[in-house]
């Protein structure tokens, strides 16, 4: 049955590889075709895309921040030294700006410029301080999907081409023990919920100016409109908030970094409408998600209109306290054409994760997940949510279709075994789960709202499931696991 219609079904994803539209809420249900899937053909697509993503290269020059001025294991603030040492490397036609052993102090903002090539270098330590009034003056960003002028970002830039972080030093964010810019978070609620009611409004952009007085966080490295970005190397810990957050930008590869930030919704990697990405042999510890796709908010979501699409996620381990893979809950601008293989989940709630409310619209499609292997999670091995927290009131329902999930081993999920809740007017469609071995859990299924599921060779508790899910009853209580 799934090797039927594959021209079909690959037609349609050969043109979401190269095009850029997104349905709004209201056509989803029409738009949604029952294409089954092929893994073979899919995973081919893949290498097209992997073939277009090349990391830049920069000129054999470097330029010392110590050259600039710059002193180690000092109070003083080496930030008028690395900005110098960044606009004298572009200016010079590119290459790196250099951090050298020891830990430097960064009182603000580090903005990227075309041609440069931040690098820390083993034993350095960039660490920002924690005064907000520091990442003055607000530049556009994206917070929690919605566009609006904040508090730069910790390294931070808008409309550069070849940029790089490289080394094996460490980014320090300067919040252990939620301190420094994350004291935010506790006057944070105000403000974010007043973003959230600008975004569904659609309050014009240049009245969405928040920064001083404002209690909004920012990312830590933040690419925005950018292209041809390489981030490769480094260790980054304790940030005020998403780690690695590019926003509009394409051809992005992400190499061999160390995320260590276990304060509060600290995720690690969050593409957000972007494309043509590549993540991969990184360790994750994290407060939040480890990787996670985003693509907007609502309407804010719908009216950028940006999938986050063609991305590549392999041989990484998620070591945090959430979730493995996720996508959303931010993704009102589609997410599509997505590869994850050879990847371990050793901690979190869930190790596979798609999240929506019915605030979101939005549709994730073409999803390909293999070779995972998962230690312990504490809600389910792999889950779909259409009813995640957040909800305003709305009922624009995101739709969920055209996945195949396969040679996935866990060994013991708390909870249920594998989750699946859509909603009625757009269930969950065209999944194919193959070679999932779930060893322990509590539960084998929550199922809701299904179309087109199939299950193949998919063991639980060591008992073969029936090749189609069981619909949990109606009036059955939940395990008591986070909507």
């Not at 043109?15 to 081919?44: E, F, G, K, Y």
């Not at 690098?119 to 924690?130: E, P, Q």
Request: with cysteine; hydrophobic share 40%; glycine share 8%.
């Amino acid at each position: 049955m799934f090797a039927a219609a594959l021209a079909l079904c690959f037609a349609v994803l050969a043109l979401a590889v190269t095009s850029c539209t997104t349905p709004q809420p209201a056509a989803l249900v029409a738009a949604a075709p029952n294409a089954p899937l092929d893994s073979i053909a899919a995973w081919r697509q893949m290498d097209i895309i992997l073939a277009r993503i090349q990391p830049p290269v920069f000129p054999a020059r470097d330029f010392p921040i110590t050259d600039y001025g710059a002193k180690p294991a000092t109070s003083e603030n080496a930030r008028p030294a690395i900005l110098a040492a960044i606009a004298a490397c572009a200016a010079s036609g590119g290459g790196r700006v250099v951090i050298p052993p020891g830990e430097f102090l960064c009182n603000g903002p580090i903005h990227l410029l075309s041609g440069v090539n931040l690098h820390i270098s083993d034993r350095a330590t960039l660490k920002f301080g924690g005064d907000p009034a520091d990442y003055l003056p607000v530049v556009l960003t994206r917070w929690e999907g919605i566009l609006v002028h904040n508090y730069s970002p910790l390294i931070y830039a808008r409309g550069q081409k070849n940029i790089a972080i490289t080394g094996k030093g460490t980014i320090d964010g300067g919040c252990e023990n939620r301190s420094g810019l994350y004291k935010l978070v506790s006057k944070q609620g105000p403000d974010r919920d007043a973003l959230w009611k600008m975004g569904a409004a659609q309050v014009p952009l240049e009245k969405r100016v928040f920064g001083a007085g404002r209690a909004l966080r920012p990312a830590g490295i933040q690419p925005f409109e950018c292209e041809n970005i390489l981030i490769s190397g480094i260790t980054i810990t304790n940030m005020p908030f998403w780690c690695v957050h590019p926003v509009f930008s394409k051809n992005i590869t992400i190499d061999n970094i160390t995320v260590k930030s276990l304060v509060g919704n600290n995720d690690g990697v969050d593409p957000d409408s972007c494309s043509d990405v590549l993540i991969q042999n990184s360790h994750f510890e994290t407060g939040d998600d480890a990787i996670v796709i985003k693509s907007g908010r609502d309407q804010d979501g719908w009216a950028v209109a940006r999938p986050s699409e063609n991305i590549i996620i392999r041989k990484n381990v998620f070591a945090g306290k959430l979730y493995g893979f996720a996508i959303g809950s931010e993704m009102s601008g589609g997410v599509r054409n997505i590869y994850v293989e050879d990847c371990e989940v050793r901690s979190g709630r869930a190790a596979i994760y798609t999240k929506a409310n019915l605030d979101r619209g939005g549709i994730v499609e073409n999803v390909f997940v293999r070779r995972i292997q998962i230690k312990t999670v504490s809600e389910a091995a792999i889950r779909f949510e259409a009813n995640y927290w957040g909800h305003r009131g709305e009922r624009h329902p995101s739709l969920f279709r055209n996945y195949i999930i396969e040679d996935v081993t866990c060994d013991t999920s708390k909870n249920y075994g594998i989750y699946i809740h859509g909603q009625p007017e757009t269930p969950v469609t065209n999944v194919l789960l193959r070679n999932i071995k779930i060893h322990t859990a509590k539960k084998p299924f929550w199922i809701h709202h299904i179309k087109n599921i199939r299950l193949e060779n998919v063991l639980i508790n060591n008992q073969k499931s029936p090749p189609t899910p069981p619909l949990t009853p109606e009036g059955e209580e939940k395990l008591p696991i986070k909507s």
